[in-house]
Every structure is written in C-alpha cells, then in structure tokens.
T-cell receptor, first 113, second 113 residues
Framework: EDKVVQSPLSLVVHEGDTVTLNCSYEVTNFRSLLWYKQEKKAPTFLFMLTSSGIEKKSGRLSSILDKKELFSILNITATQTGDSAIYLC?????????????FGRGTQLTVWP | NAGVTQTPKFRVLKTGQSMTLLCAQDMNHEYMYWYRQDPGMGLRLIHYSVGEGTTAKGEVPDGYNVSRLKKQNFLLGLESAAPSQTSVYFCASVSPGLNTEAFFGQGTRLTVV
C-alpha cells in the first residue's frame, strides 16, 4: 500500500497554463515533505515543507502543506516547455527508528509550446 | 562539495553476471538508500541503511544485497543479474538530525542482456 500518492500521474498542458500537482500521504509523525523535479537525470530539489499553511515560493513555483488533511500541492504558473519533467513528492519520517524515505510515483508533466 | 557519488554511471551485464554499485557520500549522513526507477513506476526502494553496519529491506529487495561497512559508503550488489534488473539505480542520503533535503547521486543506468 502506497504511503505517498501523487495525482495526476500524468498531465499535458500548453505553455502559459497553470497546473496544480497533488501529493497525499499516510505517514504520521514526519519531519518534512519534499518536492523534486526530475528531468533526464537525478531528481533536483525544489521545496522542503515542515509546517502547515506556510507557502514556499520560488519564481513561478509554489507549494504548501496541510498537515491536518495530510496533503501538499505544487503549483506552477505560466508554464514553460522547460517545466516538462517528472515531479516527485517524498516524506521523511521523524525518529531514528524510522529510516524510510517514502516517494510517490510522480506526476509526468508535459508542456507543449 | 562532491555530495553523493555513484559509480559506475553506465553498465551492461550479461544474464548471470555479478556486479557491485558503489555509493559514496561526504556529508556524514546517517541514512542512505538505494532506489530503482523504471518507466511509470517512480522511485522504488530496494534497501536502505540507518547507520554504519545496519541495513534493511525496502519494497523490492529480491535479487539484491547491500553492505554499509563504512558510514560514507553504501554498496549495492547483484549476485546473478537478470533482465528484470535492467533499470536506472539511484542512491540517496539524508541526515535525520538536520533539516535538509535528501541528496541524490547522478544515477547508474544498468542494462542486463
């Protein structure tokens, strides 16, 4: 049973559109939730979220966490073809006895010119 | 900073051959992970380690073994490679005591023929 579920699994949009990617999780007592962007190589870090309701923003990307409802969203405004990638969500559990780093399956975003 | 380094970057094996993938990190991280990534499957955890001398199974451990003899190194072994192990392998590390993201190696593309 997946601990981290991302939706949609794939998304195709045109340049200029705004997209919202979803990440829901079942891990309680976690330290942080992470968003990564993966193009052809290793995932690159986007955001780390630890507190509910505080938006993290970087350019056209933003993300927020809801610890009560156990989900996070990643927003991309004014999409560009360079945003085409797999976006991964991960949860790092808290505590030394919990070593698991849970990833979702990712959302494949394709942005057409 | 080197961060997380994986070797080799590419490898082609014949069915039945063995090999070892090396992951080295210079950030003094306690936790290290081996993932495989296949199209549409996201990152699946093979094995992980929460400290020197300790290892644990992840979601897809069959056919793989690991060792963490030194804190900075995490080795992934394939004793008898099978075509089903054709994949891209990623190593990651994180420090549970620090509020930072997980760091990834650049990946190893393995083809078993």
């Amino acid at each position: 049973e997946d601990k981290v579920v991302q939706s949609p699994l794939s998304l195709v949009v045109h340049e200029g559109d705004t997209v919202t990617l979803n990440c829901s999780y079942e891990v309680t007592n976690f330290r942080s939730l992470l968003w990564y962007k993966q193009e052809k190589k290793a995932p690159t870090f986007l955001f780390m979220l630890t507190s509910s309701g505080i938006e993290k923003k970087s350019g056209r990307l933003s993300s927020i966490l809801d610890k009560k409802e156990l989900f996070s969203i990643l927003n991309i405004t004014a999409t560009q073809t360079g945003d085409s990638a797999i976006y991964l969500c991960a949860v790092i559990p808290r505590g030394s006895t919990l070593g698991r780093l849970y990833f979702g399956r990712g959302t494949q975003l394709t942005v057409w010119p | 900073n080197a961060g997380v380094t994986q070797t080799p970057k590419f490898r082609v094996l014949k069915t039945g051959q063995s090999m070892t993938l090396l992951c080295a990190q210079d950030m003094n991280h306690e936790y290290m992970y081996w993932y495989r990534q296949d199209p549409g499957m996201g990152l699946r955890l093979i094995h992980y380690s929460v400290g020197e001398g300790t290892t644990a199974k992840g979601e897809v451990p069959d056919g793989y073994n690991v060792s963490r003899l030194k804190k900075q190194n995490f080795l992934l072994g394939l004793e008898s490679a099978a075509p089903s192990q054709t994949s891209v392998y990623f190593c990651a590390s994180v420090s549970p005591g620090l509020n930072t993201e997980a760091f990834f190696g650049q990946g190893t593309r393995l083809t078993v023929v």
